[in-house]
């Protein structure tokens, strides 16, 4: 089983006559996942390694039934493609870009949750993948065989050095969430689904500093989450007031801290790692143990 991506899942690349979006695009077919169709409005009707190119991810999905969008178009571009795919009513949106304005965020966020329509996972994020089954972002497809653990990570290059140390293993779904201010999908979406999937046995919940997501999570954990859940939040050693790699890893005195948040991850119940070597160990012990 997995979450999100499975093997009924069809993917549409937009932006997929770009350099970043050709390259995934090969490497996604690589990895088995279904890419059907690529949108460029300026150069419909050609094809990217056999993929045909269509004007609009509407006529995309009339043509070959796609339902996952994966999006590789610059910043400036991403809130109207963004909501081209919402307006096409696409059951999933992987927003891969970084650098997006936070206010182009939140306005296509909002369009999406007033229209119902469309989960965006991302932006600035490395995607999700469902291991021997779909891949749809970034995230390379041979770090790990498929298995029953399910991982949600803020942080695209630790969501890759879990996958690997947890490979004897195996995940049955990698979502990475992205770390700016605004994202579509949060720690609890994905927490949820896990709890929901018959498929997943335990958690990997990968947070860092700054903002209040990690507490969030806790307390939702503690009310309705019985899985076994391991977490790790990066930054331990940064200094307050410093923004470190993502957007929204700003320490503002105690608020956002890791050690806060890692109080309030064990206080949830939740195993907490002091580094990503020690979480896959205490995520192997548990998996030994069920």
């Known amino acids: 089983m997995a979450i999100w991506l499975d093997e009924n899942s069809r993917i549409v690349v937009q932006g997929i006559t770009g350099s970043e979006g050709t390259k995934h695009t090969r490497r996604m077919l690589a990895s088995g996942a279904k890419v059907v169709a690529g949108v460029n409005a300026r150069k419909a009707g050609q094809k990217v390694d056999d993929v045909p190119v269509f004007g609009s991810v509407t006529d995309a999905i009339a043509q070959t ?154 307390a939702h954990i503690e009310a309705h989450v019985s899985k076994p859940v391991v977490g790790y939040v990066a930054g331990f050693t940064a200094p307050e007031g410093k923004t470190m790699g993502h957007a929204g890893a700003i320490v503002s005195g105690s608020s956002g801290t890791a050690q806060a948040k890692k109080e309030a991850l064990e206080k949830a119940g939740v195993r907490v790692g002091k580094t990503p070597s020690e979480t896959a160990r205490l995520m192997a012990d548990i998996m030994r143990s069920l």
């Open 65 to 218: 039934g796609a339902n996952v969008s994966v999006i590789f178009v610059p910043p400036r571009f991403t809130k109207d493609a963004a909501i081209e795919a919402v307006d096409a009513a696409i059951p999933l949106a992987v927003v891969i870009t970084e650098g997006v304005p936070v206010h182009d965020t939140t306005e296509f966020f909002a369009y999406s949750k007033s229209k119902g329509t469309t989960r965006i996972i991302g932006p600035n994020c490395p995607g999700i993948a469902s291991p021997g089954v779909s891949n749809a972002g970034i995230i390379p497809a041979d770090i790990t065989p498929g298995g029953r653990i399910g991982l949600v990570s803020k942080s695209g290059t630790l969501t890759y050095q879990m996958m690997y140390e947890l490979r004897e293993f195996g995940f049955s779904t990698c979502v990475g969430i992205g770390g700016d201010p605004v994202i579509g999908t949060t720690h609890i979406d994905a927490l949820d689904a896990f709890q929901a999937d018959p498929g997943t046995d335990a958690i990997v919940m990968i947070g860092e500093i700054g903002g209040d997501a990690e507490e969030r999570a806790a």
